[in-house]
């Protein structure tokens, strides 16, 4: 008989995204990572570097009880440390093969009470591993956790990390402490927060044109001179580039929902919270990202430093009540029939040093100068204006997804973000 072990708020948080998801998007909580391998590695090397990271954390050896859609269970993590790793010959003249096994991958879902959550295939020339591609869910680990594992696999191939340890804290030690006498003192402060914030919710929607009904579109703005005007601003402000960012795009979603009129002087953004605000659950593999509604002002003659300071502000308060079960938090919101927020926000912050946490998510060669693209959306599950922002190589990269809005709509908020940037990055 397995043990009932609740779901970690983090964890619920991502059951409760994808649990209503008809089979044919079953594959969209998946997302994928290639990790270019050091000369010389040997695949017998990589075989040995999975297994060590499948005995150190819980979380890679997790499967699920979710018989019961309203009483989801984490199991116990097996105690076989199993790391299954197909093989397939790299094709060294095609520089997208890797990427296009990283999507042949996660477009297969998991079947969460069977499987552990996540896959991997080695891409060989010879006998030589020339690249791993790794798939998980996302209830097995967030941005931040990928990005753990990809430092750790280094690690481990360069001989640095010892073949045997003692097993890393796991979800279930996460749910212990968030259930228990203190943690759900934390939840109760949680919802009071929420409760405040849901009255002083402003009711300001994104249009709905009838012809962009059911649409679901995605672009990114890649800026290197946005990055730089951005930490102009930032300096200014005495904040992080993030809250310049989040200002900015605020600024331009408000300008969105004026639609000619005036436009709403504050607004409430879903942020993400990563949770990982103190050191027993920085290095946690498993994930914790939750989405944490902030109201922001926004009154019409504030410049973007001073928009940025009020971002700083309303993250913090929104960060410090990350943590939440987000059932309660429905239920609260039914009751006090309070509006969705307007739009979310995601400013992508990995271990110092990483790479992009996403295959396919990094600065292209020579993409220094501002670019929109437009892309095929892999998910939409989440907010119907979401903007995840990140600093990589000295780029800015704003990927906005959407539902129900329309292309011209969402060039022109893009576009609209960048000119405010430089505009006043330059006179800052």
């Known amino acids: 008989m397995f043990q009932a072990i609740p779901l970690s708020l983090g964890q619920l948080s991502v059951w409760q995204d994808i649990r209503d998801l008809p089979p044919a998007r079953r594959h969209e909580p998946n ?248 050191p027993r659950w920085k290095g946690l593999v498993t994930s914790m990202n939750q989405w944490a509604p902030a109201l922001l002002p926004l009154p019409p003659a504030t410049n973007l430093v001073g928009l940025a300071r009020a971002a700083h502000w309303s993250s913090l308060t929104a960060f410090r009540h990350g943590m939440h079960d987000v059932t309660a938090v429905a239920r609260l919101r039914d009751r006090a029939a309070a509006p969705e927020p307007t739009c979310a926000y995601n400013f992508v912050a990995l271990p110092e040093g990483a790479a992009a946490a996403d295959a396919g998510t990094g600065p292209e060669p020579g993409g220094q100068s501002p670019a929109l693209r437009w892309e095929t959306p892999f998910t939409t599950i989440g907010p119907r204006c979401y903007a995840r922002a990140d600093d990589i190589d000295g780029v800015l990269s704003v990927r906005l997804t959407v539902r129900d809005l329309g292309r011209d709509q969402v060039a022109a908020l893009l576009w609209d973000l960048h000119a405010r940037l430089l505009t006043e990055g330059k006179t800052a």
């Open 31 to 278: 997302n994928a990572a290639v990790w270019t391998l050091p000369p010389g590695t040997g695949v017998h090397q990589v075989r040995g570097a999975l297994g060590t990271l499948a005995r150190r954390h819980p979380s890679l050896r997790t499967r699920y009880d979710l018989t019961d859609p309203d009483a989801p269970r984490q199991l116990p993590a097996d105690e076989a440390a199993t790391a299954v790793l197909d093989q397939a010959e790299a094709d060294p003249g095609d520089p997208g093969h890797a990427d296009a096994v990283a999507a042949e991958l996660a477009a297969h879902p998991f079947d969460l009470g069977a499987e552990h959550g996540w896959r991997a295939r080695l891409l060989t020339h010879g006998d030589t591993a020339r690249a791993l591609v790794f798939v998980k869910h996302h209830i097995v680990a967030d941005a931040w956790a990928q990005e753990l594992l990809r430092v750790q696999l280094s690690q481990a191939l360069a001989g640095a990390a010892p073949t045997a340890e003692a097993p890393a804290p796991g979800p279930a030690d996460l749910a212990a402490e968030q259930f228990s006498e203190a943690g759900l003192g934390r939840q109760a402060a949680a919802l009071r927060h929420w409760e405040r914030l849901h009255t002083d919710t402003p009711r300001t929607a994104l249009p709905h044109r009838p012809a962009d009904r059911g649409t679901a579109l995605q672009a990114t703005l890649r800026s290197a001179p946005a990055l730089a005007a951005a930490r102009v601003l930032a300096d200014r402000a005495g904040v992080s580039v993030a809250c310049v960012v989040l200002a900015a795009y605020a600024r331009s979603v408000a300008r969105l929902c004026a639609d000619g009129r005036a436009e709403p002087e504050a607004l409430t953004v879903q942020l993400m919270s990563a949770n990982r605000f103190t």
